[in-house]
């Protein structure tokens, strides 16, 4: 069974400052997709960025990119210029490719304090 | 995207009651998902609906205490019956899109449910 990790129950960043969210995640499947959801204090569930496995390229979405390391499983979020907004709690999650059920695997989450 | 709708957004329900919360799509969509994120947690799938057919229930979930009805493309209902304390916690459904960004999973605002 596919397991995330996140190993970083709360972290906090300086506003303006830079700050990377850790990931780690088990599965024997070659092809599958990551994800870094982010939870306001509103409760609704905002995708941050998207990764395919079989892409080698690191995703990016303006301030939020990702390394992503296949061989090691790992998939940390990086957070650029952070704002007193980007304050939530932070999901990595999983989904199989093209499995019978795309469903998400959630981390437990790290809750990220952005400091003015 | 999608817009989910999802009713009632909270409530405070008696011990041993019933509560039925309510998933719309502004579009049709194959799969629906609900989670439960109980308090200070992580999100954890209850079942998999798809229209015209039984839900997929996770391990640990049972038809009898979270069934669930999709009658079409675009809803769905989640229950929680016989409800407890340990009941508390935010129901959230989820979609996903294919053929949009296959992979991509898009969120209501979650129920948060208290049973006192």
Redesign the interface.
């Known amino acids: 069974a596919q397991t995330v990790t996140q190993s970083q129950p709360e972290m906090s960043v300086q506003e303006a400052e830079t700050v990377t969210l850790s990931c780690t995640y088990d599965t024997s499947e070659s092809d599958y997709?990551l994800?870094w959801y982010k939870q306001p204090p509103?409760?609704?569930?905002i995708?941050v960025i998207?990764q395919?496995a079989y892409k080698q390229q690191n995703a990016t979405e303006n301030r939020f990119s990702v390394n992503f390391q296949k061989a090691a499983k790992s998939f940390s979020l990086k957070i650029s210029d952070s704002q007193l907004g980007d304050a939530a709690m932070y999901?990595c999650a999983y989904?199989n490719?093209g499995g019978a059920?795309?469903?998400?695997?959630?981390?437990?989450?790290t809750l990220l304090a952005v400091q003015p | 995207s999608a817009v989910i709708s999802q009713k009632p957004s909270r409530d405070i329900c008696q011990r041993g009651t019933s509560l039925t919360i309510q998933c719309q799509v502004d579009s049709q969509v194959t799969m629906m998902f609900w989670y439960r994120q109980q308090p200070g947690q992580s999100l954890t799938l209850i079942a998999t609906a798809n229209q015209g057919s039984e839900a997929t229930y996770e391990s640990g979930f049972v038809i009898d205490k979270f069934p669930i009805s999709r009658p079409n493309l675009t809803f769905s209902t989640l229950t929680v019956s016989n409800m407890s304390p340990e009941d508390s916690s935010i129901y959230l459904c989820s979609v996903d899109r294919y053929g949009q960004a296959v992979g991509e999973a898009f969120f209501g605002q979650g129920t948060r449910l208290t049973v006192v």
């Open positions: 997709y994800f509103s409760r609704q569930m995708l998207r395919e999901f989904m490719y059920t795309n469903k998400l695997i959630f981390g437990t989450g």
